[in-house]
């Protein structure tokens, strides 16, 4: 094809421009391209995202530039952002959301140059494609803990997002943790089939809190979820999603879970620089500090406190992993024998509650 | 006192010269916003307005993209600019855009993996036919009901809406996905995909099947006589009907038309350049093909012209965030700038401006 | 309780749920009954919440803050006015491009305000009432701007229906020629509409950032301005039945959550669609029912009007 070769010698000339291509010798100057699903006001997902561009400058200082597209939807301007971005020297492209896994290994294909790193998808189908995401169900596990000695009523809840598997895994790791240390525990799970949608979000919280349900977990991106329980003047406790939502301490949100991607990116474009980057499938959580627990309030008793970051320090030291046999599915078979720990693979396309859970995983 | 006269055919001056004139406001208004955000105004106009057809770096892929970009806008406009001659409004495109895009790749996937001839004309027809159907929902209230079109077309919108989302996480959904809503890859699956024909030009069915219609369109409206019904239709309803025009075979075939092509759009970018079917697969070309219709004044040739000036508003505005880090919300209300001026300026075309007091009527 | 859910809990949840776009609903039904088909009120809901959010944080006052709103949305709205009014542009062009230009501006101008906790909005301390067993908990334990809609509904339904002003936007948007031979003011009348539909969904608008969620995050409003739309068909363009339709659409979202969060299984999307296919069922039965004129579709809606033709 010519009009790949056509493109491929204009990115690496710009490469070279830009000082040198990423190839084992490393590099003086890298510049580091974002593609963010959301703008990087809604204080989630994308806001985290770009607080970890924004540590690359910090870090690096002179030697990192970096540049970003906000509100790219995932279909075919993904693809020409993409593009762009690689035609105007970026050397390294990180692509925030799953939507982008197509476009990722598409532009891939065209740019054997450029490093390509996209978040939360599985496919790596050039050598310059790495993958990223993060053990969110290791912060669920001290959620759960927390839900289940905190809850008064006995009845905790999750707002969904998508019946996907990272979402189902949280649940699952939530709902756990809860029963282990309150066997009564029951679980509303309430789908909100949106990422974003702060009023339907403050809806589900609420549809929950009228179930009775006082402590509640989420997987959405906004803070409805705790202003609505904040309005219960302190009945009803709920946790941080993404961001540390460090408005509503000390009560509702009595903990949080940080998505930190910081350290990552400053690892790989890192590496960029002084010519160790390779090829990764890299699905880091609490030990590497890519998911982080925020403070956990005094609205939390103080042994609570203790336990859960006793839990937090056991998952940081790799002694403790939060989906160790024995395990049950929903039907009563058996996923995990005693004692033994989930593989990846389950956990990456998991499709089924465990025993305990009512209801149906919608399909 | 200031008043508006209004010319007896639109001014063949001003139909020219106000496009050019908005522009020209609508960088100077969206100048001083970049300059108020901090940005030079003169880089960020030149990288949304050259850069993309003369940049060294990216003109060469920008400006077939500029095609691609265009294609959808483009096709649907000019469905819609038919029945908005005609005086019958489809606002619900987005919603006709969905259907077809759900039916086409329906059909196509429903053969995957085999590999025969016909599967892609198929899904063109789906996708014509899925648009279609959902033209005719209001269509058919209309004639038979009287029932406001504006508004069933744009409830339609909501209803396809929720289809899709339903079908991304059901019936479509890719089993090979790892529980991801979103179906298959369309641009894996040769057999039903509509991909690049030559490398480097951007050039797919989409893009080709709009210029098809621009052509068609533009044929009918000076050449036929369902052409000049339209017009009449549209602006003298009743010496229409004395004419011998059928009024509801009229909003059938105009609604129809519109359908159709604004399923074809919604084919042709599941098939090309989107790929798969998944929740908020619709970006609003359904919408922005409404403004495109009218800043085309409703001309084929305007419509295609109006098209190709969003999509350079569109990747310039890329470029300008990723290059100048300007923020995604100052392309868009520099976008809205655009349209407002347009759509502002328009007026000369129509009216002609006197300064005095009116005279009685004769 | 039915099925797991306590009505009251339900009503009075949707009740707060609906305030958004009831308050943008009966503002474009003014709109709409001068004869104006204004589709921007997405973009000026979003306006008002930035706005109201902005004046409500900067003052300490909430009530302030909806007073910002209001002035916001009606702002945004002043340009579709210019636009349409006198430069006589298409309004549904014009509608949708208003919609575009307030979710840009309105990102621009929230940016330093993300994050921020705004000044609580009271509840209306109605004593021993809201303790009486149901009525006390569907009817007497909201904030003060729950019942300002409901004010708000009446008092359009007052004025459209008893008042001078009413019978002279119906008669503008029924027809601006006729209106205008008997010497009314249409283009003045028409741009006070728009105002007035770009203040409501102003309001609204505010209700979101600064009660339902309450915080400022692009794109706050998530597609609430176009339900409204939708509102003011179903209602036929009459105020009681704007809140009916506001509580319907309101209401099947909260149901649907609370159907959920009590574990029963339903299909969320098609409950989620049926709000949609029984607006178009209503309009067809009524514009097929008892002929045209009980349709009560402003004649004029959506036209523009030049006074030498």
Redesign the interface.
Known sequence: ????T??AT?ALG?GLAFGGSASAQGMDKVKA?FVYV??I???GWT?QHHQGALELVETYGDKVEI?????V?????A???L???A???CNIIFTTS??YM??TN?VAAKFPDIKFEHATG?KREHPNVSTYNARFYEGRAIQGHIAGKMTKTNKI?YIGS????EV?MGINSYYLHAKKVNPDVEL???????W?????E???A???I??G?DVIASHTD???PL?EAAKTNGAVIGFGQASDMA??KPSPRVSSIIDNWAPYYVKRVGQLLDGTYEQVDSWAGIPEGEVEIGEITDAVPADVKAEAEAMRDAIAAGTYHPFTGPINKQDGSVWLAEGAVAPDGDL????FYVEGI???I?? | MIRLEKRPSPSRFWQGATPVLAVVLTMIAGGLMFAALGKNPFDAIRTIFWDPLFHPQFASYSRPQLLVKAAPLILIAIGLSLGFRAGIWNIGAEGQYIMGALLGAGVGLAFYPADLWFIFPLMVVAGAFGGWVWAMIPAILRTRFNTNEILVSLLMVYIAENILSSMSLGLLRNPEGGGFPGSRNLSQYPAASNPEMIAGTGMHWGVIAALMAVIAAYVLLQRHILGFHIKLAGQAPRAARYAGVNPTGLVLLCMGISGALAGLAGLFEVAGPAGRISIDFNVGYGFTAIIVAFLGRLNPIGILLAGLLMALTYIGGELAQFMLGLPAAAIQAFQGMLLFFLLAVDLLSNYRIRLGYKKEAI | MIGGIDPALLISALMVASVPILLAAIGELVVERAGVLNLGVEGMMIMGAVCGFIMAVQTGSALLGFVGGALGGAALSLIFALLTQVLLANQVASGLALTLFGLGLSSLIGQSFVGIRPPSTGTVPFGPLADIPFLGRVLFRHDWVVYASVALVAATWWMLKATRMGLILRAVGESHDAAHALGYKVRKIRVLAILFGGAMAGLGGAYVSLVRVPQWTDGITAGAGWIALAIVVFASWRPWRALVGAYLFGGITVLQLNLQAAGARIPVEYLSMSPYLITIIVLVIMSSGRGKASLNAPASLGKNFHASR
């Open positions: 094809m010519k009009r790949r056509l493109l204009a710009l391209c959301g703008p006001g809604d204080l806001y540049a970003f597209q906000e509100n939807p995932e279909g075919a301007d693809e020409r952002v593009t762009q971005m035609l105007s020297g799953f939507g197509d476009p598409t599985y809840g998508f019946p996907i598997p189902v509303s799970v309430v789908w909100a089939f949106t974003f949608d702060p009023a339907k403050a809806d589900s609420k549809a929950l009228d179930q349900v906004s803070t409805a202003a408005d509503y990456l396309g998991m499709n009512s209801g149906d919608p399909k």
